[in-house]
């Protein structure tokens, strides 16, 4: 298993309207083609659930492959979507949630050209198969409400924690360091000779004293118990390396010290001192001071004139930054706006952080916000596979959690609604 699986998986979970439809045009029955003798085989609310209904989402789910394979058990699970889907559709109600003509009319074309049918072909290939369209326009008008309740509860904040995407990170450790190396430097308590739980509790004591001692030396291989050893590792392929150690270094960046690591040969306490191979993502990053005048300003553009003048004729940027800068946030530093990516400024701002020499004065930029000058300090490239890795998981995990939940509060619709199975 690997993230990218993990994503795919989820991502199979959201049926999307074109995936019903065309479903639907390939083996649906008309939605109004309950004969006379129809019945109700159950009652949601104040809605029915006719026989019909259930019989053709059973051959539904049948031909689109479903496990079940029982008959009996088939139509209960097609009974138990539809009072599923008639609950959210009674709760998008309440909040009002109904989409327009216009919409509607989207997804149908939608399905009609993912069919390289026009239109007017579509309805007859419907029509062909003995499928109502207004019914399938009905079909898919459900569908686009629920996904709408869904996009509106999924809008709730779903709180990830650092320790949960610290143990994704963790799982998937193998498939994220594959065809990586990692130079590596090691601390380690020895395992106890003895095999007694006070043996195995002081060395691990030792090990956390260890570490802080590492923390807080310049040199990490002087850090130095009794009984501790130091061994530079050098450059170690992630094939070579066992499980404990790739789910610590999946999650450090260059310099980093790990956390402790336990295997049979003791306690350890690693240092990332580089890697290299492996999937990596660079970005580059400026740190840029700059000045700004509000376009507000009466005279902006001469004023952000003159003050650049003062700075060519030698005054102190962060005393002019200080003194005169309408970005009060960066003001108060003289104007300096630390290290950022270029790319989250506006496009006539990020261009001149990118191309200006370093320690020199830009000309006179406008921008949305005004006028600026600026300098840029310095340039870097750093390594943010870390950070993707961490912004990946915390997204798979909030897409999780979204799902559970919205599963859980449809549970609990179906809990407080009057739901009636009526006998054969």
Sequence with gaps: MDMNKTAARLKQKTITVAWIA???????????????LDRVVAVVNKDVILDSQVQQLARRLQVSGSEVTDNNKLLQQALNNLISERLQLQAASRVGITP?????????NSVAASNNLSLEQFKQALQSRGINYQGFRETITSQL???????????????????????????????????????????MIPAPANADIASYNQAKRNAVQLRKLALDSKDF???KLSNSSATDLGWQSSNNLSFAFLAELAKLERGQISSIVEDARGFHILKLVDHRGGKETKS????????????????????????????????DFGFIAKANSDDTGSAINAGDLGWSDSKRYVPEFAKAAETLPVKSLSPVIKTKFGYHILEV????????????LELQ????????????????????????????????
């Design 22 to 36: 065309t479903a639907l045009l390939s083996y649906c029955v008309p939605a109004h083609a309950a004969s006379p």
């Design 377 to 388: 300090l310095d340039r870097r490239e750093t390594d943010t596979s870390r950070r993707a």
């Design 284 to 315: 580059q990053q400026v740190r840029v001071r700059h000045i700004l005048i509000s376009s507000s300003q009466p005279n902006a553009q001469a004023k952000i004139s003159s003050l650049r003048q003062q700075i060519v004729g030698g005054a």
């Design 221 to 223: 291989m002087k850090a």
């Design 393 to 424: 998981a915390r997204k798979l995990i909030q897409t999780k959690k979204q799902e559970q939940d919205y599963d859980a509060w449809v549970q609990g619709l179906r809990s407080s609604a009057f739901i009636e199975i009526k006998e054969p």
């Design 100 to 108: 327009d003509k216009a919409s509607i009319d989207k997804a149908v």
């Design 145 to 187: 409400i629920i996904n709408s309740l869904k996009q509106r509860r999924s809008n709730q904040d779903s709180t990830v924690s650092d320790q949960e995407i610290n143990d994704l990170i963790t799982a998937e450790s193998r498939q994220i360091t594959a065809d990586r190396s990692y130079k590596i430097q090691d601390l």
